[in-house]
């Protein structure tokens, strides 16, 4: 069973930047697309972005981009999400998931998750 952990939260000014880690255990996250949601307090939960495991195809939400980047680390198992340029309504719980198969897109059921971390931008 693939294990998600995220890492890298805490609490940023706006206009600052944060680095986001998804550590994965169990399995080899090369053939996952892994993608990053938010939570925010009283809200749904929100797809963000994500970026595939083989040919590095990303999907972005319009609310991130120019401001959001996601990558990915095989030889480390780790995804990452780059977030700069950041704003009061980016606050939320981040997560990182992820699904098997090629390519990727933020409009999907993905299958494993982690357990989130806390991102809080003050004004």
């Known amino acids: 069973q693939l294990q998600l952990v995220e890492s890298g939260g805490g609490l940023v000014q706006s206009g600052g930047s944060l680095r986001l880690s998804c550590a994965a255990s169990?399995?080899?996250?090369?053939?996952?697309?892994i993608g990053w949601f938010r939570q925010a307090p009283g809200k749904e939960r929100e797809a963000i972005l994500c970026?595939?495991?083989?040919?590095?195809?990303?999907d972005f939400a319009d609310s991130v981009k120019g401001r959001f980047t996601v990558s990915r680390d095989n030889a480390k198992n780790t995804a990452y999400l780059q977030m700069n340029s950041l704003k009061f309504e980016d606050t939320a719980v981040y997560f990182c998931?992820?699904?098997?198969?090629?390519?990727?897109?933020?409009?999907?059921?993905?299958?494993?998750w982690g357990q989130g971390t806390q991102v809080t931008v003050s004004s």
């Open positions: 998931a992820a699904y098997y198969g090629a390519g990727c897109t933020i409009y999907k059921a993905y299958d494993y």
């Open positions: 169990g399995l080899t996250l090369v053939p996952y697309a």
């Open positions: 970026i595939s495991g083989s040919d590095g195809r990303t």
